[in-house]
């Protein structure tokens, strides 16, 4: 299960949907803290995050995670409508899987989840 953390509804569903005709199974989230319980209670074999998130952000949400034993290896993917080279090497300290520029994701987005799904096997 993909676990999407967008609080964007157009961009959310939207995403969602893409997912689904992918193959993948979804369950999504529009903050922060709700994600964090949704990783908890489910959890999901890969989680894409917005860096924006209201309640808790991305990169902490990533912390968060990371600090979690029993979650700290899900595939965890970012993205942003405004990237740049600090947010990216942050969330590679952070242990994130990929970073994705919104815009742009689209054709990377089912390869990358595909590699990270692939590599927990």
Same mark, same amino acid.
């Given at each position: 299960?993909?676990?999407?953390? #967008?609080? *964007?509804?157009? !961009?959310?569903?939207?995403?969602?949907?893409?997912? %689904?005709? #992918?193959? !993948?199974? %979804?369950?999504?989230?529009?903050? &922060?803290?709700?994600?964090?319980?949704?990783?908890?209670?489910?959890?999901? *074999?890969?989680?894409?995050? *917005?860096?924006?998130?209201?309640?808790?952000? &991305?990169?902490? %949400?990533?912390?968060?995670?990371?600090?979690? /034993?029993? %979650? /700290? *290896?899900?595939? !965890?993917?970012?993205?942003? $409508?405004?990237?740049?080279?600090?947010?990216?090497?942050?969330?590679?300290?952070? &242990?994130?899987?990929? !970073?994705? #520029?919104?815009?742009?994701?689209?054709?990377?987005?089912?390869?990358?989840?595909?590699?990270?799904? $692939?590599?927990?096997?």
């Amino acid at each position: 299960m993909i676990l999407i953390l #967008e609080n *964007d509804p157009a !961009f959310r569903k939207s995403l969602a949907t893409w997912l %689904v005709l #992918e193959g !993948f199974s %979804v369950q999504t989230a529009g903050d &922060g803290i709700a994600g964090l319980q949704l990783i908890r209670s489910q959890h999901p *074999d890969a989680v894409i995050c *917005d860096l924006d998130l209201p309640k808790l952000n &991305g990169l902490d %949400v990533l912390k968060t995670l990371r600090q979690n /034993a029993s %979650v /700290a *290896d899900t595939a !965890f993917l970012l993205m942003s $409508s405004n990237p740049n080279d600090k947010m990216r090497c942050q969330a590679q300290k952070l &242990g994130a899987n990929g !970073f994705l #520029e919104k815009r742009r994701m689209w054709i990377q987005l089912s390869l990358i989840l595909k590699s990270c799904l $692939s590599n927990q096997s």
